[in-house]
């Protein structure tokens, strides 16, 4: 199968601090991976696209500057929550893409759930 | 853009068949998707359909696509406490291969 993990699970964190999180594809490549944000009872909301080697491409109303995404091998990239606030606790799920472009499939990490105090 | 559209909720009893509906705007996503989420974890994929199929079967799990109506379902079988969970479809955004969510159905299993 395709394995996609994420760390931590879970984080706690004070206001004002900085947290990163990690995404690894533990068996297989992927150029691409997804960052998403996931609220109580909600869909998820595509926050970021990111892509080895280059810069990661934010939704709209993302602020990049908040959310720095690094994708610097082709098995792992990271989502660092700068300067986190409450309102930026979540939980935030990655997703690497298998297979190329249309015809590829998206495998999901467990889940971070962070708060912030 | 988009809009993927699931009804909130759904409660079976076990044993019984469930059927997870869900309709979409747009028609050009190759492939579409369901996942499964249960609390606390991401997002498991359960299975997929090709656009130009119309149906799709998988153990205890069957995709009905209906493209003139653009209207995808997942059944399952046999319903089991164990597929208490929410219920996610998915298609791709069009001309990307970014995913486009529906809202999700809150599956509950009556044992």
């Known amino acids: 199968g395709a394995v996609v993990s994420q760390h931590p699970s879970w984080v706690i964190c004070k206001s004002g601090t900085s947290v990163k999180i990690e995404c690894r594809s533990l068996d297989f490549q992927a150029t691409t991976m997804f960052w998403y944000r996931q609220f109580p009872k909600q869909s998820l909301m595509l926050m970021a696209t990111s892509n080895e080697g280059s810069k990661a491409t934010y939704e709209q109303g993302v602020e990049k500057d908040k959310f720095l995404i690094n994708h610097a091998s082709l098995t792992l990239s990271t989502l660092t929550v700068t300067s986190a606030h409450p309102e930026d606790s979540s939980f935030y799920i990655c997703s690497a893409l298998r297979g190329q472009g249309l015809s590829g499939t998206q495998y999901f990490g467990p889940g971070t759930r962070l708060l912030v105090l | 853009g988009e809009d993927v559209e699931q009804s909130l909720f759904l409660s079976v009893r076990e044993g019984d068949s469930s059927v997870i509906n869900c309709t979409y705007t747009d028609s050009s996503s190759t492939y579409l998707y369901w996942y499964k989420q249960e609390p606390g974890a991401g997002l498991q994929l359960l299975t997929y359909?090709?656009?130009?199929?119309d149906m799709k079967q998988d153990q205890r799990l069957t995709v009905l696509l209906n493209k003139k109506d653009k209207h995808l379902s997942l059944r399952i079988a046999d319903t089991q406490t164990g597929d208490s969970a929410i219920y996610f479809c998915?298609?791709?955004?069009?001309?990307?291969?970014?995913?486009?969510f529906g809202t999700g159905t809150r599956l509950k299993v009556l044992a």
């Open positions: 998915a298609g791709l955004a069009s001309g990307t291969y970014k995913y486009i």
């Open positions: 359909i090709f656009s130009n199929m």
